[in-house]
């Protein structure tokens, strides 16, 4: 499993939840956004209906009828009823992830502390490959 970290500083949640989601159906991965307020689910559904110019990314909540069929689930918890391999923790809460081949934890310069504990948490894990990802200049960065 690859497990991301980025530290979102320069551009809304929204904005970065439909970058990774855009590049992960290009992929032609589906994808599960996990925020536990509803409210932020509804933020970052509607910035991926409105995604771009050239095309929306549909999106759908988790107990809405037809779930299965989304290609971008939005979540409380991380259970996939879309068959997503990948997930993007969008709250900045680390959370289990098991079954996932990828997984993204975003999250703001005020939980970094706990985004250092996640890291330090699963060091050692058999099959995983973390990396770290920050905004400079507008650009995502790998870190480490």
Do not use: C
Not at 2 to 17: A, C, G, N, R, S
Not at 49 to 56: I, N, R, Y
């Amino acid at each position: 499993m690859k497990l991301d970290f980025w530290q979102v500083t320069d551009d809304p949640v929204e904005k970065v939840v439909a970058l990774i989601a855009r590049r992960a159906l290009g992929e032609g991965e589906r994808v599960l956004v996990v925020a536990a307020d509803a409210g932020q689910r509804a933020a970052i559904s509607n910035a991926l209906w409105q995604a771009g110019p050239e095309s929306f990314l549909a999106n759908g909540e988790a107990d809405a009828p037809g779930a299965d069929r989304q290609p971008i689930l939005l979540a409380a918890e991380p259970a996939a009823a879309n068959g997503a391999t990948h997930v993007i923790l969008a709250d900045g809460t680390f959370r289990e992830t098991e079954g996932f081949a990828r997984v993204f934890l975003l999250f703001p310069p005020d939980l970094a502390p706990a985004a250092r504990q996640a890291w330090r948490a699963v060091d050692g894990r058999e099959g995983l490959e973390r990396a770290y990802f920050a905004q400079e200049n507008g650009r995502w960065v790998k870190k480490g």
